[in-house]
Structures are given as structure tokens and as C-alpha cells.
């Protein structure tokens, strides 16, 4: 299995990014999806999470109404649309898939059993 993460890059506050996550060797419609981030010297954080048997999307709570995430099944894609961005998003974004990862466990990025490579985001102000 790889998750190939994309789109990351450098943009002004209030700008828009589009990540993409592409995973190869795995039954993307039946796998929990998840959007994580690293900023310098904290702990991963889950952004935004599509669990693999309910549609309903988590965000965390200091993202909603900005990101939204989505995923394409024929493509085998996930995708995080970063809306009026703000330098404190400034990290490095990592996606990570699972086929079965329970919703207690899914808002570690240890849990899950592949993870992309991390796309870096940075935000100025």
C-alpha cells in the first residue's frame, strides 16, 4: 500500500490549497481516510477524518467551515480543500488510510496503518 500526499505549498492568509492523497494497493472505498498535521514541536493533530462505513465527515473543531474533505473512489483519491487559510496551518499535512480502525481509535495517526509522506503547508501572514 502507498498513500502519495500532494498540493501542499507556500500561500498568503486567506488563500486556498487543495491536498491530495492517491493510494495504490488498497480498497479505498472501504477504508477509514484521515488529514493530519504536524507543526514544529507538537504532536500530530487529526484535521479531518472520513470513517470507512459512515459518510459524515469529522473536522476538528478549529478547521470546520474552512476545510472540507472529500474522496473518489474511481480515483482512488482523497482530497482536503483548505479554505481561507491562516499562518497557525502552517504544517506539515500527512493522509492516512485504514480498512479497519474503529472511530475510538482513529484520531491517532498511530493507529492507522499507512500513512502518506506529509505535503508541507505554510501560511503567511
Known amino acids: 500500500v502507498q498513500l502519495q500526499a500532494s498540493g501542499g505549498g507556500l500561500v498568503q492568509a486567506g488563500g486556498s490549497l487543495r491536498l491530495s492523497c492517491a493510494a495504490s494497493?488498497?480498497?479505498?472505498?472501504?477504508?477509514?481516510m484521515g488529514w493530519f498535521r504536524q507543526a514544529p514541536g507538537k504532536e500530530h493533530e487529526l484535521v479531518a477524518r472520513?470513517?470507512?462505513?459512515?459518510?459524515?465527515?469529522y473536522y476538528a473543531e478549529d478547521v470546520k467551515g474552512r476545510f472540507t474533505i472529500s474522496k473518489d473512489n474511481a480515483k482512488n483519491t482523497v482530497y482536503l480543500q483548505m479554505n481561507s487559510l491562516k499562518p497557525e496551518d502552517t504544517a506539515v499535512y500527512y493522509c492516512?488510510?485504514?480498512?479497519?480502525?474503529?472511530?475510538?481509535?482513529?484520531?491517532?495517526?498511530?493507529?492507522?496503518?499507512?500513512r502518506g509522506q506529509g505535503t508541507q503547508v505554510t501560511v503567511s501572514s
Open positions: 492516512a488510510a485504514d480498512s479497519r480502525i474503529t472511530w475510538s481509535s482513529s484520531s491517532l495517526i498511530s493507529n492507522y496503518g499507512y
Open positions: 494497493g488498497l480498497t479505498f472505498s472501504g477504508a477509514t
Open positions: 472520513l470513517l470507512r462505513y459512515n459518510s459524515n465527515p
